[in-house]
């Protein structure tokens, strides 16, 4: 079995006992073509290789697909799905596009699992890609072969996966407590918004009557309105709007060309934008600060001067608003909410100082709840990286795990 000299930088200090060896010196790419009728379809997830999703867009020609087999270690190549991949247990079939590992002997499969869904090794693999932008980055097999693995003798790796199995069920039993946690929060809040915004005795209209304009952003973004390094025009997307809050992290930008033909999707400051597609309905007021970005297949209400934007978002947000956004909403595998159904979508027709102040109110009876609720996702993403930090440090040598135990 070949090796390599000198470790790299996301390896970092390599126990002597310990040897660098590439890829292709570890795994044989399996490329056989088989139908999804003979193979059953998978799904190559963040949580690894399962039976297809019902959710998944299918592919029209099943008779090109890729074999799988129990023990294959499966990985989507392309940087918007990263992190997906894992070892199948299930003979199958999945996507040309994946690539489909075979582990020669000398490898401990639940060690393999680890090391190639690390976190280091998931950075150095798309480093070692190519494409034309961003969203079409992908790392092939005649690359992939040439990275250099930690590997450790074969009782090593055994005990750093079973340390890791001890280890990460821990922190993945507190992760799954502290979302069932969230869910109840979040059951606590919504009913306690529909004491504030669902009284049958107020008047209700057309949301289109209270608003000056309801409009969607971009619907289509072909590559070439993609900016990466920094550049363009930011946009946001559903996945950056919450219910009550926008989040700006992973935005996308658009360049000049893009957001020039679409400045009606421009944002003001005081817009509403709520999600068309996927969570339907999640709303938020766009603040100050994203003045001037752009929208992604996101609906943008702009409301006259007698309705309040904080208590359109919270309304929109409730329970009371809930019913009417399912009923609204189209797609049998993804829901859309579109705009004309946002135009219909009835919401109280009260004046302005009625309307501050039962945001005021709604926000001094939730602002607790919303204070649990931000401490449990903190907690959650704390114990993330505690859990990826656990197993890079154990899958690089970092940590002995012999001693850990």
Request: contains cysteine; aromatic residues 6%.
């Amino acid at each position: 079995m070949s090796t390599v000299r000198e470790a790299p930088e996301w390896v970092g200090s390599l126990p002597q006992h310990w040897r660098l060896v590439p890829v292709g010196a570890l795994f044989d790419e399996r490329k056989e073509s088989v139908s999804d009728s003979a193979f059953p379809a998978l799904s190559v997830t963040k949580q690894g290789v399962v039976p297809q999703l019902g959710d998944v867009a299918k592919s029209q020609n099943g008779e090109a697909r890729k074999l799988v087999r129990a023990g294959d270690f499966v990985i989507n190549s392309r940087s918007d799905r990263k992190g997906s991949s894992g070892i199948s247990e299930l003979d199958g079939s999945v996507s040309v596009v994946y690539t489909v590992l075979r582990p020669r002997e000398g490898l401990d499969l639940n060690f393999t699992h680890h090391l190639l869904r690390s976190s280091a090794f998931q950075e150095e693999f798309y480093r070692w890609g190519s494409g034309i932008v961003a969203d079409l980055w992908s790392t092939r097999y005649s690359a992939m072969k040439r990275i250099a693995l930690p590997i450790p003798p074969l009782d090593e790796q055994r005990a750093i996966a079973d340390y890791l199995g001890r280890e990460t069920q821990k922190i993945d039993e507190l992760i799954t407590e502290q979302r069932s946690l969230i869910e109840t929060l979040r059951e606590r809040r919504d009913s306690l918004s529909h004491q504030f915004f669902g009284a049958k005795s107020e008047i209700t209209a057309p949301l289109k009557q209270l608003v000056d304009e309801i409009t969607v952003g971009i619907v289509v973004t072909p590559a070439k309105w993609y900016e990466y390094g920094g550049g363009g025009v930011p946009a946001l997307r559903g996945a950056n709007v919450k219910r009550g809050y926008i989040d700006p992290t992973s935005l996308v930008h658009l360049s000049r060309e893009g957001d020039q033909l679409h400045r009606k999707s421009r944002l003001k400051s005081g817009d509403v934008v709520v999600v068309r597609t996927g969570q339907a309905g999640a709303a938020a007021v766009v603040p100050n600060t994203l003045e001037g970005f752009n929208a992604i297949d996101l609906l943008i209400i702009r409301a006259k001067p007698s309705l309040c934007s904080d208590f359109l978002e919270a309304f929109l947000n409730s329970h009371a608003a809930a019913a009417q956004i399912t009923d609204g909403s189209v797609g049998a595998i993804q829901s859309h909410f579109n705009v004309s159904a946002l135009r219909r979508l009835r919401i109280p027709d009260i004046g302005t100082e009625r309307q501050l102040q039962l945001v005021d109110r709604w926000k001094s009876a939730s602002s607790r709840i919303d204070e649990l609720i931000s401490e449990s996702e903190d907690l959650i993403a704390l114990s993330q990286e505690r859990r990826a930090a656990l197993i890079t440090a154990a899958v690089t040598g970092q940590i002995d795990v012999r001693t850990a135990s």
